[in-house]
């Protein structure tokens, strides 16, 4: 029950209540022990701060769930690759894992040499990529229209 697949959807949710919400769509999770323990979705336009990305706002809200700024043995799911802000942030935690939707060619933290993510951080990526895909494609093209 606890797949990868079945967390990314929740993100993607959450990729879809920041679309409704008039912000690019991207859902983050963080995952420890398969309980979620910080959730996140972009609310640059909302809060009016480049900062406020799903995975930031993801990762505070598991490290005060925790009381430390460490996540390690713990998953971030995001349904977007995560920019090189966030991934400085992934760092950081520590995190143990994270699980990406989609890639992000021209934002997207895989474009740095060296990676920017901590050297223990395992990386598993593609995990319902056309979903996330579809959904940036649609939030994207109802604002060309």
């Known amino acids: 029950m606890f797949t990868d697949e079945y967390f990314m959807e929740m993100a993607l949710a959450l990729a879809e209540e920041a679309a409704e919400d008039g912000e690019i769509p991207v859902g983050a999770l963080v995952v420890c022990q398969n309980r979620i323990i910080g959730k996140g979705r972009n609310q640059t336009e909302q809060l009016n701060d480049v900062t406020a990305h799903a995975e930031m706002i993801a990762i505070t809200?598991?490290?005060?769930?925790?009381?430390?700024?460490?996540l390690t043995n713990c998953t971030l799911y995001v349904t977007?690759?995560?920019?090189?802000?966030?991934?400085?942030?992934?760092?950081?935690?520590?995190?143990?894992?994270?699980?990406?939707?989609?890639?992000?060619?021209?934002?997207?933290?895989?474009?740095?040499?060296?990676?920017p993510l901590h050297p223990k951080t395992r990386v598993e990526t593609g995990v319902l990529a056309d979903e996330s895909r579809a959904l940036m494609a649609n939030f994207f093209g109802r604002l060309r229209t």
């Open 80 to 115: 977007l690759e995560p920019c090189v802000m966030c991934a400085g942030a992934i760092f950081w935690a520590q995190l143990s894992r994270l699980v990406i939707g989609a890639d992000d060619p021209k934002r997207g933290y895989s474009r740095l040499t060296p990676s």
């Open 61 to 70: 809200a598991a490290t005060q769930a925790l009381g430390g700024k460490y």
